[in-house]
């Protein structure tokens, strides 16, 4: 079955793909002044590539982006920013719940139990990663964003040399006076609402969105809340310009945990027994603010300095104990540019300074109190070169040192403080752009990308420094091509990479409570990767419009040198990664105000051990959307929608808890249950 849904789904693909009957494409340069971009353009347009400080065709960069933007930023009911990611070749967003999830790109953090870890992430230019490599981009509802940049692999200098790549978001520039308020209500009751505005004046420029979320939820003990209100302001002068952007998020959430086997087949909707028992949740608040002032020195040279600054207070209430952790952070992130015809020139500083502090009680009793204290330091370059018209060469780099201090504060067990100095790490990166013509590009890369380990991962299960453990490191090679074709209305894009990674960082867990690090040994991760979109059908011989979107990932991940607990795995495929998946969305518009749109997932078989003895069979998903939009007179735009998820009422494992433990005669719990058929309908309206 599983291999039948992913022969559909090519089948399609190639078939819609394949037609050739009058097809065109928008030319943005013929917009009217002051509006934007449509939201169904093929991404040919001049844009401002962020992570490569290229104001350039997207196309001609030497290196893999994906942007996402428009109403593709908000498929299905916009509930989870993983319908938005998992379209993008090489990511895997598993979500077990609203308020646990894991992204992979690349196959980097897939053994990660509850987190992303492997990758970075920023909100205008603002760090959201943590100082121990922890990202939660889910916290931002994706209505409330403009744009997604995803650079996969340790392609950018500018972003940190995280392994498994960078997820930029950008929040709404728009260009006319607007608001925008929305409101979805669907099953389990769910509630999504939220309030957007933008003021422009001739020099400045506002923009502010309030949403709140809030579900029932579909298992026992699952009931999730969270609002967030972000605000961005922008000045021009005619020699610099400054935005603001300040970020206010809280969110509830109960941990329904994973299931066993017996328990994931026959009782999807309980929650693990012991969260259950105690009624097991998290809360979180955070708060984000920075600010970016952009200086024209010369018509060639010019500055932006970015301060920056967060803050959050957590606590979860969990069956063996309770943690509280509170984090404050600062930084300052710097870049000076030079630009002449042919030579693009970045020199930049990245600085932050963290401090993690976590307590652990049980029923009133305090069992453990520590505070640590991590200071980044960065410098990078980049050159881009183009020694002639058709031809890109970028080289890059960027020098790290990291510090770690633990500060005991539980003088019950002794004085377990201690400092780590790491080595300092330089990542270099090199990439070449051919553009053979104004239809087909080829690009080559290779660039360096480490990962810090997390507070767990640094100390020992007696509490104290670990001072054997090292960030793990890796070089990524990629080779690729973009093709522009039928009149430049299909768009086209294959990978193919190979990351050979260094001192696995492997997280073990002792008990149910006390995880440690070690480094296990190397992974080689090789794939494929491919891209299609097309508007066909446009004309009148077919009833309206048709535009398509397909991707499909390939990825073989496997241990090369790895021995765990005087087991030795060298040759198996790691745990957590489908071998294939791929997507399928269509969008028909058979009438100019109706729009039915259908996405078609399939997620390959994985293995869920790092034995390789438990293996996850594939499933295939089908949603189904409808929109109407109508204009009205003295408001604006009112659309409405209804949809349903998961059609065939698949019944699927959404994220996998690999190497799972079992305590006591329990299974083990490798098993988040997927939301059965589920449907929802809304309003938005613009003015």
Same mark, same amino acid.
Do not use: C
């Given at each position: 079955?599983?291999?039948?849904?992913?022969?559909?789904?090519?089948?399609?693909?190639?078939?819609?793909?394949?037609?050739?009957?009058?097809?065109?494409?928008?030319?943005?340069?013929?917009?009217?002044?002051?509006?934007?971009?449509?939201?169904?353009?093929?991404?040919?347009?001049?844009?401002?590539?962020?992570?490569?400080?290229?104001?350039?065709?997207?196309?001609?960069?030497?290196?893999?982006?994906?942007?996402?933007?428009?109403?593709?930023?908000?498929?299905?009911?916009?509930?989870?920013?993983?319908?938005?990611?998992?379209?993008?070749?090489?990511?895997?967003?598993?979500?077990?719940?609203?308020?646990?999830?894991?992204?992979?790109?690349?196959?980097?953090?897939?053994?990660?139990?509850?987190?992303?870890?492997?990758?970075?992430?920023?909100?205008?230019?603002?760090?959201?990663?943590?100082?121990?490599?922890?990202?939660?981009?889910?916290?931002?509802? $994706? !209505?409330?964003?403009?744009? *997604? =940049?995803?650079?996969?692999?340790?392609?950018?200098? @500018?972003? /940190?040399?995280? %392994?498994?790549?960078?997820?930029?978001?950008?929040?709404?520039?728009?260009?006319?006076?607007?608001?925008?308020?929305?409101?979805?209500?669907?099953?389990?009751?769910?509630?999504?609402?939220?309030?957007?505005?933008?003021?422009?004046?001739?020099?400045?420029?506002?923009?502010?969105?309030?949403?709140?979320?809030?579900?029932?939820?579909?298992?026992?003990?699952?009931?999730?809340?969270?609002?967030?209100?972000?605000?961005?302001?922008?000045?021009?002068?005619?020699?610099?310009?400054?935005?603001?952007?300040?970020?206010?998020?809280?969110?509830?959430?109960?941990?329904?945990?994973?299931?066993?086997?017996?328990?994931?087949?026959?009782?999807?909707?309980?929650? $693990? !027994?012991?969260?259950?028992? *105690? =009624?097991?949740?998290?809360?979180?608040?955070?708060? @984000?603010? /920075?600010?970016? %002032?952009?200086?024209?020195?010369?018509?060639?040279?010019?500055?932006?300095?970015?301060?920056?600054?967060?803050?959050?207070?957590?606590?979860?209430?969990?069956?063996?104990?309770?943690?509280?952790?509170?984090?404050?952070?600062?930084?300052?992130?710097?870049?000076?540019?030079?630009?002449?015809?042919?030579?693009?020139?970045?020199?930049?500083?990245?600085?932050?300074?963290?401090?993690?502090?976590?307590?652990?009680?049980?029923?009133?009793?305090?069992?453990?109190?520590?505070?640590?204290?991590?200071?980044?330091?960065?410098?990078?370059?980049?050159?881009?070169?183009?020694?002639?018209?058709?031809?890109?060469?970028?080289?890059?780099?960027?020098?790290?040192?990291?510090?770690?201090?633990?500060?005991?504060?539980?003088?019950?067990?002794?004085?377990?403080?201690?400092?780590?100095?790491?080595?300092?790490?330089?990542?270099?990166?090199?990439?070449?752009?051919?553009?053979?013509?104004?239809?087909?590009?080829?690009?080559?890369?290779?660039?360096?990308?480490?990962?810090?380990?997390?507070?767990?991962?640094?100390?020992?299960?007696?509490?104290?420094?670990?001072?054997?453990?090292?960030?793990?490191?890796?070089?990524?090679?990629?080779?690729?091509?973009?093709?522009?074709?039928?009149?430049?209305?299909?768009?086209?894009?294959?990978?193919?990479?190979?990351?050979?990674?260094?001192?696995?960082?492997?997280?073990?867990?002792?008990?149910?409570?006390?995880?440690?690090?070690?480094?296990?040994?190397?992974?080689?991760?090789?794939?494929?990767?491919?891209?299609?979109?097309?508007?066909?059908?446009?004309?009148?011989?077919?009833?309206?419009?048709?535009?398509?979107?397909?991707?499909?990932?390939?990825?073989?991940?496997?241990?090369?040198?790895?021995?765990?607990?005087?087991?030795?795995?060298?040759?198996?495929?790691?745990?957590?990664?489908?071998?294939?998946?791929?997507?399928?969305?269509?969008?028909?518009?058979?009438?100019?105000?109706?729009?039915?749109?259908?996405?078609?997932?399939?997620?390959?078989?994985?293995?869920?051990?790092?034995?390789?003895?438990?293996?996850?069979?594939?499933?295939?998903?089908?949603?189904?959307?409808?929109?109407?939009?109508?204009?009205?007179?003295?408001?604006?735009?009112?659309?409405?929608?209804?949809?349903?998820?998961?059609?065939?009422?698949?019944?699927?494992?959404?994220?996998?808890?690999?190497?799972?433990?079992?305590?006591?005669?329990?299974?083990?719990?490798?098993?988040?249950?997927?939301?059965?058929?589920?449907?929802?309908?809304?309003?938005?309206?613009?003015?």
């Amino acid at each position: 079955m599983p291999i039948k849904g992913l022969t559909f789904i090519l089948s399609v693909a190639l078939l819609l793909l394949s037609g050739q009957t009058n097809i065109f494409s928008q030319n943005t340069g013929q917009l009217p002044a002051g509006t934007q971009s449509p939201d169904t353009a093929i991404v040919l347009e001049k844009i401002t590539i962020e992570g490569f400080r290229l104001s350039r065709y997207q196309r001609l960069f030497p290196g893999n982006l994906a942007v996402v933007s428009g109403d593709e930023l908000v498929p299905a009911d916009g509930t989870n920013l993983a319908a938005t990611l998992n379209t993008i070749p090489g990511v895997n967003m598993q979500s077990g719940t609203y308020a646990t999830n894991r992204i992979v790109i690349r196959g980097m953090g897939s053994r990660t139990p509850y987190n992303t870890n492997r990758i970075r992430s920023y909100l205008n230019e603002i760090p959201l990663t943590t100082a121990d490599g922890i990202s939660t981009p889910e916290d931002i509802d $994706a !209505a409330g964003l403009g744009r *997604i =940049e995803v650079i996969r692999g340790p392609a950018s200098a @500018l972003y /940190g040399s995280g %392994l498994g790549g960078s997820i930029n978001l950008f929040t709404p520039e728009k260009l006319q006076q607007e608001g925008i308020f929305n409101l979805s209500y669907g099953s389990f009751n769910t509630l999504r609402t939220g309030f957007s505005g933008t003021v422009n004046t001739a020099k400045s420029g506002w923009w502010g969105s309030l949403s709140h979320l809030n579900s029932g939820g579909y298992r026992d003990n699952n009931e999730f809340k969270r609002t967030t209100f972000i605000t961005t302001g922008r000045w021009r002068q005619p020699k610099w310009s400054m935005k603001s952007t300040l970020m206010l998020t809280g969110s509830e959430g109960e941990i329904p945990s994973s299931l066993g086997k017996t328990q994931f087949e026959n009782e999807p909707r309980a929650a $693990a !027994a012991n969260w259950a028992a *105690i =009624e097991g949740f998290k809360r979180i608040r955070k708060t @984000l603010a /920075g600010t970016t %002032l952009t200086n024209s020195l010369s018509p060639r040279l010019s500055s932006q300095l970015t301060l920056h600054g967060k803050w959050s207070d957590n606590f979860e209430k969990r069956p063996f104990n309770n943690l509280g952790d509170q984090t404050l952070s600062a930084g300052i992130r710097g870049k000076l540019s030079y630009n002449r015809p042919a030579t693009d020139w970045v020199l930049g500083i990245d600085w932050s300074t963290e401090q993690y502090k976590w307590r652990l009680d049980l029923d009133g009793i305090l069992l453990n109190e520590n505070r640590e204290n991590r200071d980044l330091l960065g410098l990078f370059g980049i050159m881009n070169y183009r020694p002639a018209p058709r031809l890109s060469i970028s080289l890059a780099a960027a020098l790290n040192h990291i510090r770690y201090r633990l500060t005991d504060l539980f003088a019950g067990d002794g004085d377990q403080s201690g400092n780590r100095h790491f080595p300092v790490i330089i990542s270099p990166r090199f990439g070449i752009n051919y553009a053979a013509n104004n239809h087909l590009t080829f690009y080559v890369s290779a660039g360096h990308g480490f990962s810090m380990p997390s507070p767990e991962e640094t100390l020992l299960p007696a509490g104290t420094v670990n001072p054997d453990i090292r960030p793990e490191q890796g070089m990524q090679y990629e080779a690729g091509t973009r093709m522009n074709l039928l009149n430049k209305a299909l768009e086209a894009e294959i990978s193919f990479y190979w990351i050979a990674l260094d001192d696995l960082l492997l997280t073990k867990r002792i008990t149910e409570d006390i995880f440690t690090g070690i480094n296990a040994g190397k992974t080689r991760h090789q794939g494929m990767e491919l891209l299609l979109r097309s508007r066909i059908l446009n004309s009148g011989n077919f009833p309206g419009k048709l535009k398509t979107t397909f991707s499909y990932t390939f990825s073989r991940n496997r241990f090369i040198d790895f021995t765990d607990d005087g087991n030795t795995y060298d040759g198996n495929e790691l745990p957590g990664i489908p071998e294939h998946y791929a997507q399928l969305q269509l969008n028909w518009n058979p009438a100019e105000k109706l729009e039915l749109s259908t996405h078609l997932q399939y997620t390959g078989n994985q293995l869920i051990n790092d034995a390789n003895t438990m293996a996850y069979e594939g499933y295939f998903l089908l949603n189904l959307k409808a929109l109407a939009q109508f204009h009205l007179k003295k408001t604006g735009k009112l659309r409405v929608f209804a949809g349903v998820n998961n059609l065939t009422n698949t019944h699927y494992a959404s994220m996998l808890l690999v190497n799972a433990p079992a305590f006591g005669n329990n299974e083990p719990r490798y098993y988040y249950p997927g939301l059965p058929r589920h449907f929802y309908a809304g309003v938005e309206v613009r003015f």
